[in-house]
């Protein structure tokens, strides 16, 4: 990867890009209430769990597939998965959480990087699931795919570390050392997700699909989700 490249791929994962992760906490607002969450091995197992059965995975695989599908002027294959992607959020708030992550990232990033290509796609008010609008912007842009995969992982799970951080279960220390602890397994997420295909979808995470529900009347909350 060009360091141009780089340069973009760092600024689109930056906390500072401005599309609302800090405003969500994937269901770990409920989870730390709860007491699932309550410190670093905890949270370290929550997150693994996400990356290799859950919400992160399936992240990673829709992200492929639509960079794949973009990158080969395939409109109907990028079409499906866009589609599915707003489909499979389990709840109200997750599919909020992906929505305006999407729209927000693909705003940004076509009015501060144009790409003709991109503009093409996305019209102005259609909903749009975050990790399509990725996988399109990483095929757009020609970025290596699996490297950022890799990356929108990382990030993934350092917004939800962030999260717990602002919760007040575990301390700022701890929390660079589950990040620390997490990048193997993003890598080896991405190297599982560079090839797959839409059947390959599938999530045992239950969990935390139940912490997104319960986070909806949840009585006292930070975050959005």
């Known amino acids: 990867m060009r360091t141009d490249q780089l340069l973009a791929l760092l600024a689109w994962l930056s906390p500072a890009f401005p599309v609302g992760a800090f405003a969500y906490s994937h269901g770990l607002e409920w989870a730390v209430e709860s007491g699932d969450v309550r410190d670093a091995s ?22 492929s597939c639509a960079a794949r599908a973009f990158e080969a002027g395939d409109e109907e294959g990028f079409r499906e998965v866009a589609e599915l992607a707003l489909c499979l959020s389990p709840s109200k708030e997750r599919h909020l959480e992906t929505a305006q992550q999407g729209r927000s990232f693909i705003d940004t990033l076509c009015a501060a990087w ?3 290509k991109l503009r093409d796609v996305f019209d ?9 609008a990725f996988g399109a912007s990483v095929a757009a842009h020609a970025l290596k795919l699996r490297p950022s995969l890799a990356a929108y992982a990382q990030q993934f799970a350092a917004n939800l570390v ?4 602002r919760l007040g279960a575990v301390g700022q220390t701890d929390g660079q050392r589950v990040i620390a602890r997490l990048a193997k397994g993003a890598e080896r997420a991405a190297a599982r997700a560079q090839a797959a295909s839409l059947d390959d979808l599938g999530g045992a995470a239950f969990r935390s699909d139940i912490a997104s529900l319960r986070h909806e009347t949840q009585y006292s909350r930070l975050f959005r989700s």
Not at 42 to 63: K, N, P, Y
Not at 124 to 132: E, R, S, T
Not at 162 to 165: D, G, K, R
Request: glycine share 6%; charged share 15%; aromatic share 6%.
């Open 162 to 165: 962030s999260a717990v951080l």
């Open 114 to 116: 144009p790409n003709p």
């Open 42 to 63: 905890t949270l370290l197992a929550w997150i693994e769990d996400l990356m290799q059965h859950g919400a992160i995975r399936s992240d990673l695989v829709l992200a």
């Open 124 to 132: 102005a008010k259609g909903q749009i699931a975050y990790p399509v």
